[in-house]
């Protein structure tokens, strides 16, 4: 009886603080609720609006009128957009390859609470805390074909040196070792951490069944692993599509167009030729191609896991 009479005094009392906290709740989310209306749908609804628009600012202070999809088509028939969509799934691709693979690598090789690899992967981070502008604007002094550092350690071994920055396909490469050396330490702290949440039992199950080091990682540990891994991928995925300033300090898209991404492309179309309408159609098309990637991943995950 008195059990009874506690557990409905306890519902009451439960009751009563839901219903005094209410108006307090309502009071805080609302506002918050609309700071996020106001500071992301209006921008999307405001861009899709500018999208089936014709509007350079050269040309007229005021959007022309309404055009349709005609912005749309022109983008998708332009050759510099076809060519920015390549170059970001080049880059962004060889990117994630390297960094995927050299940040489990670093990991596995970092191992250890030791003061030594303590040391060592706080020193692997460093490239990850630099801004990108000025990692961009090192990174071309030190790939300069004439007096870069690079070129002249190569010639120390006898190797001729490229063109790094004025050639269209070494341009790209140059952007990939630059995303690599600046992210691969995201991917590392993100392993090393992974890593040391896995059980300890199951490696020494893994042991004691005489599994070398190989077929553990490959059987225990990365199936483990892989849904962070799937995680770090689609980050990394995103900041690399979503890349501007190191490009910008690098190589300036250049030679010609050859490192021009959708984000450099879209930057030069809105804010260099001010061609309003056509920016906001490139974005949408670039908001649907990333959400698209990240999907494929997604549904991978899914399938897999």
Not at 90 to 110: D, E, S, V
Not at 152 to 170: C, F, N, R, T, Y
Request: aromatic share 14%.
């Amino acid at each position: 009886m008195a059990s009874s009479v506690a557990t409905k005094s306890s519902s009451s009392t439960s009751n009563w603080h839901r219903r005094h906290d209410l108006p307090w709740l309502v009071a805080f989310v609302i506002p918050a609720f609309l700071i996020v209306v106001a500071v992301q749908f209006y921008p999307l609804a405001y861009s899709a609006y500018l999208s089936v628009q014709d509007w350079v600012l050269t040309e007229s202070q005021t959007p022309k009128g309404f055009v349709g999809l005609q912005n749309f088509a022109a983008e998708l028939a332009d050759d510099t957009f076809r060519r920015s969509v390549r170059n970001s799934v080049y880059i962004t691709g060889g990117a994630l390859a390297l960094q995927m693979t050299l940040g489990i690598c670093l990991a596995y090789l970092t191992m250890g609470s030791s003061w030594r690899m303590r040391a060592i992967r706080t020193l692997l981070i460093l490239p990850m805390v630099i801004a990108p502008v000025a990692a961009g604007t090192l990174w071309r002094i030190l790939l300069n074909s004439r007096a870069g550092l690079v070129n002249h350690l190569l010639s120390l071994i006898g190797v001729k040196g490229p063109e790094w920055l004025a050639s269209p396909d070494w341009a790209i490469v140059s952007v990939v070792l630059l995303d690599t050396w600046q992210w691969t330490p995201f991917v590392l702290l993100v392993v090393s951490a992974a890593i040391a949440s896995v059980p300890s039992d199951l490696l020494e199950v893994a042991a004691i069944d005489g599994a070398s080091r190989w077929k553990t990682f490959l059987y225990v540990e990365l199936p483990l692993l892989m849904p962070l891994l799937l995680l770090t991928l689609v980050f990394r995925m995103l900041e690399s599509l979503l890349s501007l300033d190191s490009i910008y300090s690098l190589t300036f898209g250049g030679p010609g167009y050859s490192t021009y991404t959708l984000t450099y492309y879209i930057y030069t179309l809105g804010l260099r030729s001010f061609n309003f309408g056509a920016a906001a159609a490139s974005s949408w098309l670039f908001m649907i191609f990333a959400s698209v990637s990240i999907g494929v991943v997604f549904w991978f995950q899914r399938r897999e896991w």
